[in-house]
């Protein structure tokens, strides 16, 4: 535990006052222990969790009598990524029971405490009831009908008023993959790109850097494909406590291969503590560190040329950038001393095939998009792309922020990231089947339908900004949070100030979320309560790229409904539920999952999400012990030679049969068989140099070299166009006849073609190292906004202020306030192992709520004892923006002197207030604390809008 257990009285009382509407009178240890299930060891047993098996929840009613047969069903764990099996034990229609998924995988009958706690989460009596809006302060009772018809007219009223762009509509990394492309659609069909998800604030700058060197932004291999690294170098990661399963993983290759774990953190982690080097680095300074690390590469030889030779695209640029960063600048710039950086590049170099793994740690900056582009290319250099045991394993947050952000929850994309530009809203009219010319009408202007929208790290400032400064007609008035906590973005006095001002302010989730409580309105606030995804069905991308089915494990409680019949509630209530289910069965007011699902099949070609049925997805879930536990090929039985979850790119139609692909870029296996290359998104050359493979192509290619992306053209240029039947011809000559592209095809005749003969329907390229349509083509190093290093800030300066996103966005302005020497000590955050994600949940889960009851800040002893501040003492963190929290000291030697760190996942508190009493009655979350991105400071991402949240300044001061 994090935090020393004591017998005193107060810790008691701080548990026993919100514990009591759940069980009754103010309760001891012991009793609290007995009544939330946990048996004999109580909090002992419970922090065993995370390695071990997890036994049957203890608090079913009665024993199952001999009459009544325990139904079990499979479903997936709602928490991090790893996408762990949950078999939930079901009495009658009541969850009783779980067991962690022995045949899954992914978690190998091993959960954390999280998971294994997932059904308290689902029965969970802290949960939102029935609808709910706030009257004179006072939070009031209503019907479904009635919030549909309040809510419904007041955003209709701001739309004719303000129009479409008016209103946010915030969706959900928890949203299902059928319920994350039906919000999509649904915000497409209201008339706004100002929609988005959790993933803007956690691994933008991941996909948006990523995609822009060799093709796609995801997780290049998975967990699994770990097990056969030689050497793993983990930078902004603590999956020990942010994705605990995972690091079984990582330790299986440590363990097995004494492979080399060299962990890279500005503070020593439960993650670090299983490393076999540990590296503190400066927050702020990853691409110094890289390239540092570069430069001892290219002066020792030993980078991978023939790889770099056939593969990759601007390594001379890197080159000339890295041989600026001589090993004595690394130090003076990261403190990372010269001779452990050396080390740490010889390691990489010699022991290969070897992964990087990053996580928040490194996309959470002003320059994210530099630093995961930075980490790409030291793969790269080593060869250690497209081979099993490398790669990079970007190891996602919540369990479907991959899926959410594939099917295009963001305000600049549509669904399969095709972007917002006039082909990708035809190509998806057309999957529709509605007329391009009244979607297009359904926006304020054409323009407004092809320009990015706001970003949620920005909504705030979409709000409060002056209207002349917009890039729309209106300021927002209408925020919809959909399964989002606001606690975990920046600027909390901003963004409780935009709470006030706005017309209408909605949320829908099983629980109430700080947003019920941050501001302090007395009217116009709705509480909608959404069913859990144990209370329905459908598909869930883990981070590896594959898909899982989830069956549903009970009926929705209370008055929860599906968020699926909510968006077909409000589609109806706006008049365009028969365009947004055209193709979707509803019965009564519930859209039909398999119908979504065979929908996105049917327009997801550019990422491969076609091949993945329903049927092929049950199929796989009911025959997870046939998949081998590393490669996650099946080996024998009805999916024998699949991949376990047909991870996309799964090619063609379903009836094509692709086994999906395991890990991507790899020549080594024919593309019908889950191999490829790098995509050739970038055309065919750049300043008269071929952006084409020379000599590097997929096993089984007709062509043997680079090639462009397969189009209708090109397959008649080849003399293959007569392979495809009538009805495939039929469709393409109907969208765009020889121009018609591998990502366009509907009938899906382009891909199998191309792949019969061996091509990738993406191309053949080379990785690019130089993103020239990037502010910083090469990635280099800029200070953060709030360094404490001024020394450093003429050389490295960041960027000059801009618009970006509708918005003015400012860099300079900001960097050039020198404000260290009142706030002294850099402030990072992150992630504990008993919550997760704004804490709303997880907090209200009195099983994880014992095990971390007090918010913290941890400090340095150094630092403690220049400020008189001693273990377990109040203290105020103040950022230099106006935001302060007040928690509790930890006194460690975990963060550098200079360095204090803060967890993201409280709320409840603001400023050293307590609003426990301004939650619904019964819906306070069982721990309460303060925000610490109250504290957090203005710094975004110069391409994504990524929020600053990894470093920033504070001072600290006894309370």
């Known amino acids: ?82 996408g762990c099996t949950v078999v939930a034990e079901v009495d009658n229609g009541v969850w009783v029971g779980q067991e962690p998924g022995f045949d899954s995988p992914f978690n190998l009958g091993a959960h954390c405490c999280k998971g294994a706690s997932v059904r308290e989460h689902a029965h969970g009596d802290r949960r939102l009831r029935y609808p709910m809006k706030l009257v004179g ?90 097990h056969l690294s030689r050497s793993i170098f983990l930078i902004g990661g603590n999956p020990a406590e942010a994705h605990p399963v995972s690091l079984l993983h990582v330790l299986k290759a440590k363990e097995q291969n004494n492979a080399a774990l060299i962990v890279v953190d500005p503070r020593f982690t439960r993650t670090a503590a299983h490393a076999s080097e540990y590296v503190r680095i400066r927050p702020g300074t990853d691409v110094p560190l890289i390239w540092g690390m570069l430069w001892h ?55 290969k095939p070897g992964t990087v793994i990053w996580c928040m740690g490194g996309t959470q900056h002003t320059i994210g998009n530099n630093n995961t582009r930075a980490y790409c290319i030291l793969q790269l250099v080593l060869g250690n792309m497209g081979v099993a045991g490398g790669g990079t394993n970007i190891f996602r947050g919540h369990d479907n922020v991959q899926g959410a952000t594939d099917f295009g ?27 391009y010319d009244w979607l297009a009408g359904r926006f304020a202007s054409k323009e407004l339908m092809e320009r990015t929208g706001i970003p949620v790290s920005r909504w705030t400032d979409g709000v409060l900004e002056a209207k002349a400064n917009m890039d729309q007609p209106e300021a927002l008035r209408a925020m919809i949070f959909w399964g989002h906590a606001p606690n975990s973005q920046t600027r909390g006095p901003d963004m ?93 007011t519930q859209p039909l999952v398999e119908d979504i699902t065979r929908e996105f099949n049917r327009g997801m ?53 692709h086994p999906g692909t395991a890990n991507l870029y790899d020549p080594s296996m024919p593309v019908a068989k889950g191999g490829g290359c790098f995509r050739a ?90 993103a020239w349509n990037f502010p910083d083509p090469v ?36 960097q050039s306030r020198d404000v260290v020497k009142d706030f002294p000590i850099i402030l990072t955050s992150g992630r504990l192992v008993e919550y997760e994600g704004g804490g709303d949940e997880t907090r209200s889960n009195p099983w994880l709520a014992e095990l971390q009851q007090n918010m913290f800040c941890e400090i340095n002893p150094r630092d403690a004892n220049n400020l008189g501040v001693r273990a377990g003492q109040q203290v105020w963190v103040a950022g230099p923006e106006g935001g302060k929290v007040k928690v509790m000291a930890l006194i460690t030697e975990r963060v550098a002197p200079g360095v204090a760190f803060m967890p993201f996942h409280f709320g409840g508190y603001f400023q050293g207030e307590d609003r426990r009493s301004k939650y619904p009655e019964g819906a306070d979350p069982v721990v309460l604390g303060e925000a610490c991105n109250t504290v957090t400071t203005y710094g975004y991402d110069s391409v994504t809008q990524m929020q600053e949240t990894k470093v920033t300044l504070c001072r600290i001061e006894r309370a």
């Open 1 to 82: 535990m994090l935090i020393k257990r004591e017998t005193s009285g107060a810790t008691r009382l701080r548990l026993a006052r919100p514990m009591a509407g759940l069980l009754g009178d103010a309760i001891d240890r012991r009793a609290f222990l007995k009544r939330s299930g946990l048996i004999a060891g109580g909090a002992a047993v419970a922090t065993t969790l995370p390695h071990g098996m997890v036994q049957k929840a203890a608090a079913a009613p009665q024993p199952a009598s001999a009459a009544t047969r325990l139904t079990e069903v499979k479903t997936i764990c709602t928490h991090c990524s790893v």
């Open 137 to 226: 302060g006072k939070w009031t009772r209503i019907s479904w009908d009635q919030a549909i018809t309040e809510v419904g007219d007041k955003i209709l009223e701001i739309r004719n008023a303000s129009g479409p762009d008016s209103v946010y509509w915030l969706g959900s990394a928890k949203f299902s993959n059928e319920q994350a492309y039906l919000f999509r659609k649904f915000a497409s069909m209201w008339g706004t790109n100002n929609v988005d998800h959790q993933a803007r604030i956690c691994h933008s700058t991941t996909v948006a850097g990523v995609a822009n060197v060799w093709g796609y932004g995801a997780m290049t291999n998975s967990y699994n494909d770990i």
């Open 297 to 351: 590469i290219f002066q020792n030889g030993w980078e991978d040329k023939e790889f770099l030779r056939q593969r990759v695209w601007g390594v001379d640029d890197i080159r000339a950038e890295v041989a600026k960063w001589t090993p004595a600048e690394v130090e003076h710039v990261t403190g990372v001393p010269e001779a452990q950086v050396r080390r740490v590049a010889h390691t990489m170099a010699t022991n």
């Open 409 to 435: 929850v963001t305000c600049d994309s549509l669904p399969s990231y095709y972007g917002l530009a006039t082909g990708a809203w035809k190509h998806w009219a057309r999957v529709w089947e509605v007329d």
């Open 496 to 588: 409780k100030r935009a709470m006030e001002k706005l017309d209408l302010l909605v949320v829908v989730d099983p629980y109430p979320t700080v947003t019920a409580v941050m501001h302090d309105r007395t009217d116009g606030v709705y509480l909608l309560p959404a069913a859990t995804q144990y209370e329905t069905y459908g598909s869930v991308t883990a981070s590896n790229r594959s898909l899982q089915w989830r069956d549903k494990v009970f009926e929705p409680l209370f008055e929860a409904k599906t968020d699926h019949e909510i968006m077909y509630l409000f589609a109806r209530k706006f008049g365009f539920e028969k365009e947004l289910f055209k193709r979707i069965e509803v019965n009564g």
């Open 605 to 657: 070609w550019s990422t491969g999400y076609t091949g993945q049925s329903p049927e092929r997805l049950r199929l796989h879930m009911q025959h997870q012990a046939t998949f081998d536990k590393t490669t996650l090929r099946a080996n024998g039985g009805p999916c024998d030679g699949e991949y376990y979850g047909l991870p996309w790119p799964c090619w063609g139609t379903p009836e094509f049969g």
């Open 681 to 770: 998104r970038f055309g065919v050359e750049r300043n008269g140099q071929n952006l084409l493979a020379e000599g590097s192509y997929p096993v089984g290619s007709e062509l043997k070299d680079g090639y462009p992306e397969v189009t209708m053209a090109m397959l008649k240029k080849l003399g293959w166009d007569g392979e495809l039947t009538a009805d495939e011809r039929k469709v393409i000559d109907g969208i765009a006849g020889e121009k018609t592209s591998w990502a366009t095809d509907l009938s899906g005749g382009i891909q199998r073609v191309a792949i019969k003969h061996g091509l990738s329907p993406y191309g053949n390229a080379k990785a690019r190292c130089v």
């Open 779 to 814: 990635p280099i190093h800029r200070e953060p906004l709030y360094t404490p290093r001024r020394d450093l800030v003429e050389k490295y300066p960041t960027y000059k202020d801009t618009k970006a996103f509708r918005l003015p966005t400012l860099y300079a302005s900001i």
